[in-house]
């Protein structure tokens, strides 16, 4: 069941009496929880709605709710129940009532048991999912996620710039509580006013590790100090020394590679990016990316490049130079265009 079903089903009178929404797509369960708390009509939200959170109450709290009979007669009672990822440990006894309650609820009850990852072969899982109740609130891959960021923002009332969604993206990696608390912030500065752009992004929008191979590696690998400069000063007030040497180490690396498959040709019938896929390039925009910025390098410079990182590296744990200053080098260093090659010296007369 998707979400949306779910958000559609939970408010009609044809709603059952079983739900589990699991899955760590924030706006998905935002909106399930939402659309569980505001089922029952607001008259009788305050008797038969009932919330709960296993840990700081006992499932025999949980089941005495779904189970007696409601406060009005003719009314249904909706029990929201959040489960922390240690339910996956807490014993048989939690799995069990839950379980039985799904085979042989009470009549007039809904329990909605939201639990991000549960374990898939317990049994209240199973029953959920012969009943087509359990709702699948799966992240985005990456081709989903552009479409995604621009959901979250208007969700909030906010419009991107197209390369503003790029930009979150980049910086924001595979974080999605990141992207959502990024939008919350940009709905009170600069708010709906007008678009978001890319300035209010490099603002608001923390750099994650895993974004540093995108926003750093690019001018970089493309050699353009003025695009390196900006995302560097960020990544200083950071204090993330180690883990950009290392990002940056690990790109100059598949920038090498890459280019000695280039310049070797097919290997074994396979193609350039077969053979670039072997050591974690993928095809399509990265694969171009790549590509682009292997042609500005020669392979002795990028030789010299990979070393330049590993010396980094070593510096920040065998001297006592400060990080930044290590960074500072390393990248401006890297990012600087190759030296234009020298004409050749007039024959003699």
């Known amino acids: 069941m998707t979400p949306e079903e779910f958000q559609k089903e939970i408010g009609t009178e044809g709603r059952k009496h079983f739900y589990l929404v699991k899955g760590p797509e924030p706006l998905g369960v935002e909106g399930c929880l939402k659309a569980a708390m505001e089922a029952l009509d607001e008259s009788q939200r305050v008797f038969n709605l009932h919330v709960f959170r296993l840990g700081d109450d006992t499932i025999d709290d949980v089941m005495r709710a779904a189970s007696t009979s409601s406060f009005f007669s ?31 609820p009470a009549p007039d009850a809904t329990v909605v048991l939201f639990q991000e990852h549960p374990d898939l072969r317990l049994r209240y899982v199973e029953a959920a999912r012969k009943a087509g109740t359990l709702v699948d609130c799966a992240a985005p891959d990456r081709k989903q996620m552009s479409a995604w960021i621009v959901k979250v923002f208007r969700s909030r009332g906010l419009t ?80 993330q020394a180690f883990a950009i040497v290392s990002a940056l180490s690990g790109h100059m690396r598949k920038l090498l590679a890459l280019k000695a498959a280039v310049m070797s040709g097919p290997a074994d019938g396979k193609s ?41 590296n070593r510096m920040l744990v065998t001297t006592s130079v400060p990080a930044e200053i290590v960074l500072e080098e390393l990248c401006i260093g890297l990012s600087l265009p190759a030296p234009p090659k020298s004409a050749a010296a007039p024959p003699r007369p």
């Open 74 to 104: 003719s009314a249904s009672k909706i029990i929201v129940v959040k489960a922390p990822e240690s339910l996956r440990r807490s014993g048989k006894e939690v799995t069990e009532q839950l379980a039985s309650w799904a085979k042989e």
């Open 272 to 312: 350039v990016d077969d053979v670039a896929s072997g050591f974690g390039v993928k095809r399509g925009y990265y694969m171009d990316k790549m590509k682009a910025q292997a042609a500005r390098w020669s392979l002795p410079e990028l030789r010299a490049a990979v070393r330049k990182a590993e010396v980094a």
């Open 160 to 239: 991107l710039a197209p390369d503003a969604v790029r930009l979150v993206q980049d910086r924001a990696g595979d974080s999605l509580m990141l992207i959502m608390n990024a939008a919350e912030k940009l709905a009170l500065w600069p708010g709906a006013t007008r678009a978001v752009n890319v300035k209010d992004v490099r603002d608001q929008v923390p750099l994650v590790p895993s974004s540093l191979i995108y926003e750093l590696g690019e001018p970089v690998g493309e050699r353009r100090p003025p695009g390196t400069v900006p995302v560097l000063l960020d990544l200083i007030q950071g204090g």
